[in-house]
């Protein structure tokens, strides 16, 4: 088996083994990714069209009690500043948006665990009633099934919890010996029995990431079936254990962006702002590899240095009607515009 030949099966059966995935991560080629670029691009351009979901996120808090090794706002970075909007700010941080045709908002956060659901529960009613239609996506980590059912009651559409990885020994290398590969898949489970258009999804080049620890990625999404998955370069916080790691390539990012397409063709699929920040125009790339959507930054300037996940996050430095205004030229140049609407799930 070669692994162009590997790309044509996975289209024509949406799946692959594990030592075929294996095979395929080990030992592509730029002719191969380049080949599954072009057939995920295809396959995107043909359901959505030339047209890219936008969906504003609000980070709405930093502080978390979480300790992940990767992520500038771990628990032990004394070094950030802490800070929670309150709901008045979240609120016009949306409004801003929805002014600018944005009907998704994601609500993202570190991890506070359950004394903060009731009040998200309160947040997302109003934001779903001030905002008539619109969606509303989670991003604030592990819960229990019963936070998440009040979480889906109160009105939220989808969640984010990316799996990190499916590869056990990986997924320990990556955190604190107390957060469980276990628990993660379980809390995934969760949000899919309960209803939620649920997103899974890896950092390309973690650290101690090779291409079985892939396979097992691939094999997972491939039975998990998201509706979203968050795909993007890992790259290194200086305040974190990973500090020395090197940041994934845009190439394995744009290869795996690629074959998250041909294997679930109708999966929500980000060009994610670490793919922006590690080069000018990554996103655009990822748009080109098959991503369908792009998350614009709705978080108040004076917070978003706080916010740092990696070194270098991109930060927006202008309103933003003008970064949308930029947007829409940027994926003009490329012969894409903005879909207007929520954007749902096989919609
Ligand atoms: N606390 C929530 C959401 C915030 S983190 C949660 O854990 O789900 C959102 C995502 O950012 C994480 O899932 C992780 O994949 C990504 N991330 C964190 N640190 C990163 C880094 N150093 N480089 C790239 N992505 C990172």
């Not at 995920?40 to 979901?53: E, L, M, P, Q, T």
């Not at 009690?65 to 929670?84: H, T």
Request: hydrophobic share 35%; with cysteine; aromatic share 8%.
């Amino acid at each position: 088996m070669d692994c162009r030949s590997l790309i044509g099966k996975l289209e024509a059966q949406r799946s692959l083994t594990r030592a075929e995935w294996s095979f395929l991560w080990s030992s592509y080629a730029a002719a191969d990714r380049i080949y599954a670029a072009e057939r995920a691009h295809r396959i995107s351009c043909n359901i959505f069209g030339k047209k890219i979901y936008i969906r504003g996120i609000v980070e709405f808090s930093n502080c978390c009690k979480n300790d992940c090794f990767y992520c500038g706002i771990r628990k032990s970075n004394r070094l950030v500043a802490r800070y929670n909007l309150s709901d008045e700010v979240i609120v016009e941080c949306c409004r801003s948006g929805w002014e600018n045709n944005i009907r998704t908002f994601v609500l993202q956060s570190g991890e506070v665990g359950s004394k903060a659901v009731e009040h998200i529960c309160q947040l997302v009613q109003k934001l779903k009633k001030t905002f008539p239609g619109c969606a509303v996506t989670l991003s604030i980590g592990e819960l229990s099934s019963s936070e998440y059912s009040a979480l889906r009651q109160a009105g939220a559409d989808r969640y984010l919890l990316r799996h990190e990885s499916a590869d056990e020994k990986h997924y320990s290398k990556l955190h604190p010996a107390y957060m469980k590969l276990k628990n993660r898949l379980e809390c995934l489970e969760n949000l899919h029995r309960i209803g939620f258009q649920t997103g899974c999804g890896v950092m390309l080049g973690s650290p101690f990431q090779n291409a079985d620890t892939l396979a097992e990625d691939m094999v997972f999404m491939q039975n998990f079936k998201p509706e979203m998955i968050g795909v993007g370069p890992f790259i290194p916080h200086k305040d974190t254990p990973f500090k020395d790691h090197p940041a994934g390539t845009l190439e394995d990012t744009l290869f795996m962006i690629s074959l998250c397409r041909i294997m679930h063709p109708e999966v929500l699929l980000p060009a994610t702002t670490a793919l922006g920040t590690l080069q000018q125009d990554g996103r655009l790339l990822g748009v080109l590899a098959g991503a369908n959507v792009i998350m614009p930054n709705l978080t108040p300037q004076s917070v978003q240095e706080n916010y740092n996940l990696y070194n270098n996050k991109l930060h927006t430095d202008s309103a933003v009607s003008v970064a949308i205004a930029q947007l829409q030229s940027s994926l003009a140049s490329i012969g894409y515009s903005i879909a207007v609407g929520r954007g749902d799930f096989g919609e």
